[in-house]
């Protein structure tokens, strides 16, 4: 059984970090793709950060690009996130899915999912 399980997320102020991290188990890990997506209230999942099964190739999209770092470790299976500077604008659930080979910008092309974790950023 597959698993994806986030933590690390939480109520900080405006120009906090935090460092969300998704342990997995129940799948060859160095097989897959890892993403981290974020869903605000209201909006569709939004792909934020993606690495390939090295951790040679890296993704942001643009209003995280300086201030977020994606980066994974194969012999832990796990995926990180690592937030600098955070902004109201950050709020959101933050989900990591794995998706196999390569990853893609179209959520619903990955294959596994965690739960989320909940980012809340006050001004």
């Known amino acids: 059984q597959v698993q994806l399980v986030e933590s690390g997320g939480g109520l900080v102020q405006a120009g906090d970090s935090l460092r969300l991290i998704c342990a997995t188990s129940g799948l060859t890990f160095k097989n897959y793709a890892m993403a981290w997506f974020r869903q605000a209230p209201g909006k569709e999942h939004e792909l934020i950060a993606a690495?390939?099964?090295?951790?040679?190739?890296?993704y942001y999209v643009n209003p995280v690009k300086g201030r977020f770092t994606i980066s994974r470790d194969n012999a832990e299976n796990t995926v990180s996130l690592q937030i600098n500077s955070l902004k109201p604008e950050d709020t959101a659930v933050y989900y990591c899915?794995?998706?196999?080979?390569?990853?893609?910008?179209?959520?619903?092309?990955?294959?596994?999912w965690g739960q989320g974790t909940q980012v809340t950023v006050s001004a």
């Open positions: 899915a794995a998706r196999v080979q390569v990853y893609v910008s179209r959520w619903y092309e990955y294959d596994y």
């Open positions: 690495i390939n099964w090295s951790g040679g190739s890296t």
